[in-house]
Antibody, heavy 121, light 107 residues
Framework: QVQLQQSGPGLVKPSQTLSLTCAIS??????????WNWIRQSPSRGLEWLGR?????????DYAVSVKSRITLNPDTSKNQFSLQLNSVTPEDTAVYYC???????????WGQGTLVTVSS | DIQMTQSPSSLSASVGDRVTITCRAS??????LNWYQQKPGKAPKLLIY???SLQSGVPSRFSGSGSGTDFTLTISSLQPEDFATYYC?????????FGGGTKVEIK
């Protein structure tokens, strides 16, 4: 059974960097048929996909255009986890952030527990 | 980006009712359409993938249909635990995009 455990601060100051980590159990971050995603949810923006990282003989990242200049996803094979960094945050980045696994056309089948991140001074 | 539009945005129904939710894509997405259920304070849960394939462990009262741009999620006989918000999502192309949700409430 795949489990995703998120960690990271729930409060970030404006202009600073939001950092979250997702620890994977029951699967490998280097798995060659899945991708590892970050998705956020807010009342104003709904469910918004931010990006994904995946391994197919080498590492690939895909990012949403809306955050492309500010986002970095990093896999960590030694700890079997992946992380999200979102720079220069504003109050509009306040949301519940989820890490999640996806596999081709099979949907997003495993989700982390969610982390409410509030951007406020 | 592919826009996903759900209707209705909310509905009231009784236990035992047949419920239908629709989702329309702004362009053809073949059958790359997934449905999720979300309860307050919880992450979305995958119900249907590939437009009509039931995710393991999901009750058979849930079914999906459609292809191209028009899709439907049907709950054949609504149960108390089905009161939740439902989302469609396309996995045809990046960015992955979600519908705005349909809240199913108790009548």
């Amino acid at each position: 059974q795949v489990q995703l455990q998120q960690s990271g601060p729930g409060l970030v100051k404006p202009s600073q960097t939001l950092s979250l980590t997702c620890a994977i159990s029951g699967d490998s971050v280097s798995g060659n048929s899945v991708a590892w995603n970050w998705i956020r949810q807010s009342p104003s923006r709904g469910l918004e996909w931010l990006g994904r990282t995946y391994y197919r003989s080498k590492w690939y990242n895909d990012y949403a255009v809306s955050v492309k200049s500010r986002i970095t996803l990093n896999p960590d094979t030694s700890k079997n986890q992946f992380s999200l960094q979102l720079n220069s945050v504003t109050p509009e980045d306040t949301a519940v952030y989820y890490c999640a696994r996806s596999g081709g056309t099979s949907g997003v089948d495993y989700w982390g527990q969610g982390t409410l991140v509030t951007v406020s001074s | 980006d592919i826009q996903m539009t759900q209707s209705p945005s909310s509905l009231s129904a009784s236990v035992g009712d047949r419920v239908t939710i629709t989702c329309r894509a702004s362009q053809s997405i073949s059958r790359s359409l997934n449905w999720y259920q979300q309860k307050p304070g919880k992450a979305p849960k995958l119900l249907i993938y590939g437009a009509s394939s039931l995710q393991s462990g999901v009750p058979s009262r849930f079914s999906g249909s459609g292809s191209g741009t028009d899709f439907t999620l049907t709950i054949s006989s609504l149960q108390p635990e089905d009161f939740a918000t439902y989302y469609c999502q396309q996995s045809y192309s990046l960015p992955l995009t979600f519908g705005g949700g349909t809240k199913v409430e108790i009548k």
